[in-house]
């Protein structure tokens, strides 16, 4: 089917979902969840094909280890499609509602967004994942996934249009892409007339090249260059610790610190216990002269480093005068997404809440904590690194929007 | 300047502002609005060259009166920067705080959004209109306004700098593009590094050129094709009345009826009154074959009538079978803004507003109510016509984004 014929017909299909009773979109979600798991062979089967191709192109192994789906893996993908419908829906609240002077009753009302578009790369979990959310707040979703899974993809979406045909409802709330040329991808970026909004999801690039050549609106999701600041008065074993787990507990995401800033008058006590808790974990520290002093394992820090999101075991760091060089290196530097203090100073932890332009800022705990089921939110479509909409971790609230309903009896303006 | 450097110095600036206390904001405003009164004369000056350059160019005369400023109007833009000061400042309002299972406390801070760049086109009353909503919310501004405006617009400018120099507060608050071409307004579009936002004011050419141009996110405002469909339960003394106010009491905004949607069991009795009433303000119509069978002045209607914003005295207008149908017609040809029903009927109110795709769905009354005063906002920087961040008038909270603030205690994440 071509692009725009699946973009007529989502946003056709979005005009009913949004009429859809809450019930009825729960009980669509649960038939998805039953179905995933009875189709598991089938899936499997899709799946071994991208594995298959991903080996002939010699696809690293991280990368197909996220590419491949087990049993296990299936039956958590369902369980994250029940715990969606177990989540409340936004769609419908009245967030607020006034009378005017004029006898205008004037109300604010949540209702989907209408039709959204996600672009993201090979793990064939987002799939279901982006689906539900999107259908749990009524809306209609056109996913581009990964050339890699695309197998996968079209099982699960197949399955997905199954279920919702089973419950009389609309098979065209969602649709895949199965032309995964960039050239389709670009087409769909500019496919104002039918898309309200792009999620892209996946690595800085994809990210970017979303930003630069979308003409719909783009919810900008994140890359994540997290600081944490050690304080002149921090607490020591706690910057070690906030530290150790900041960067170490897992490294390929979003919301690990990738940058150490310490104040010079704490460096001394704090810096060898920090340096030889990452070297005893095999981490590379590149560091400016203050910090190289310190030992001799430590790489001489170029100013790039302080811009980049490494996802590996290595940390940049840097010693600073003040709280403000701190607060103004950070800025310059961070992606605007997780950074945090490490003080047992009121004063500071304040200015560094205040000042820091980020989407989460902490005052002493770790970054890793910048994360929807964390924040409690239950669910999340991604991290908005951007500051229009949703910023920070994304749940259910962010894929609505309000409009105004207003209640008159012949009013005219004057 | 180099536009390059102005983003620099702004986002700079933005880092100050939005330490700001909120009398310090205030006084500087007040200063702003003092200075406008005490320095009318060298206003009136420059606005005297670009009136005559505009005559030069054959400007229309409706264009040059939007240019015109008087000791009138620039005491009523004075009196604008005043009711800014009145208004309540959202800023650092913390709209939700939550305690975690683990002792975090999360919360949800409104903030500035940053750098806020403004491209519009004539009126000067813009220029400062942008700066005190902006300035309120502790916001840095880069204004880029018309050719037509350019000596005006740089007086203000000046005057508003000094302003804010005679507080102590930095004058890279607002800048001014004094270099109006096309080239640098596509630069200032992809200028992501410094502009946080970009919010277009003007007509439907210089709003698509932003959405096709800019890769800084932008707030999208409003061209209004607007709907006015008549139940066939309408009172019709108030259809006749509404659609008069709501087509006829200003033409060129944006919030105008542009076409008539009417159910065909009322058609015979309303359809006579309102032709007369249209044809007495001398409003073409141009209609369908039923609408034109009752009057052979209705010009007959081609299909791009119905998607038409025309800002002058002409009205499309169709008669339909049912609701569905009206509500059918109404999303395929809206471009989103407002739309009213009139109506008696319950059910049919109900179902209007909640399957009308608008930013503001109105039952019995006038389409013009869209609009930030009549809304209660105090002040309007715009009226959103797309799903994300804002829609429909935008008031200061539409100014400003929210950030996470995450009180810990060492948490780190298991």
Redesign the interface.
């Known amino acids: 089917m071509e692009l725009e014929q699946m973009g007529r017909l989502a946003k056709e299909a979005s005009?009913n979902l949004?009429?859809l009773s809450k019930p009825v979109k729960n009980t669509c979600l649960l038939t998805v969840a039953e179905n995933l798991i009875d189709n598991t062979e089938m899936i499997l089967e899709a799946n071994k094909k991208d594995l298959e191709k991903g080996r002939e192109n010699h696809m690293p192994e991280s990368l197909l280890d996220r590419l491949c789906l087990t049993k296990e893996r299936i039956l958590g993908i369902a369980e994250g499609v029940r715990q969606v419908v177990a989540l409340e829906d936004p769609v419908g609240e009245v967030i607020s509602m006034?009378e005017?002077p004029n006898g205008?009753m004037?109300g604010k009302k949540r209702v989907p967004?209408?039709v959204i578009g996600m672009i993201y790369e090979s793990r064939p979990n987002v799939t279901v994942d982006a689906f539900s959310l999107c259908f749990k707040t009524g809306n209609a979703v056109i996913l581009r996934g990964g050339s890699d899974a695309i197998y996968s993809n079209t099982a699960l979406v197949s399955i997905i249009k199954k279920s919702l045909e089973e419950n009389q409802v609309t098979p065209d709330a969602v649709f895949l892409l199965e032309d995964t040329s960039r050239e389709t991808a670009s087409k769909m970026m500019q496919l104002?007339e039918y898309i309200?909004?792009l999620i892209p999801r996946g690595g800085a690039g994809l990210i970017r090249s979303v930003?630069?050549n979308a003409?719909v609106?783009?919810?900008?999701t994140g890359t994540g260059n997290c600081h944490v600041y050690i304080d002149q008065t921090a607490?020591v074993d706690?910057a070690v610790?906030?530290v150790?787990?900041?960067k170490l507990?897992r490294l390929g995401v979003c919301n690990a610190c990738e940058s150490l800033v310490i104040h010079k008058d704490i460096a001394k006590e704090v810096l060898p216990k920090l340096l030889t808790m990452l070297k005893e974990n095999g981490c590379e520290v590149r560091g400016d002269k203050t910090v190289q002093a310190y030992d001799e394992t430590v790489v001489p820090a170029v100013t790039e480093d302080y811009g980049t999101e490494y996802l590996d075991k290595i940390i940049s760091a840097k010693v600073v005068d003040s709280i403000e060089d701190a607060i103004e290196h950070i800025?310059a530097n961070s992606t605007g997404h997780s950074e945090a203090i490490v003080t047992k100073d009121y004063e500071h932890?304040q200015k560094f809440?205040?000042?820091i332009?980020?989407?989460?800022?902490?005052?002493?705990?770790?970054t890793?904590?910048?994360d929807g089921f964390?924040?409690?939110f239950g669910a999340e479509i991604g991290i908005s690194t951007?500051?229009?909409?949703a910023?920070?971790p994304m749940g259910l609230e962010a894929l609505t929007?309000?409009?105004?309903?207003?209640?008159?009896?012949?009013?005219?303006?004057p």
């Open positions: 005009r949004m009429k006034k005017r205008l004037i967004l209408g104002n309200d909004v930003v630069q003409t609106p783009v919810i900008e607490d706690m610790s906030i150790k787990n900041a507990q800025n932890a809440l205040n000042e332009d980020s989407a989460a800022v902490y005052v002493n705990a770790s890793r904590y910048t964390e924040f409690g951007q500051k229009l909409h910023r920070g929007t309000t409009k105004y309903i207003i209640y008159g009896n012949g009013q005219v303006r």
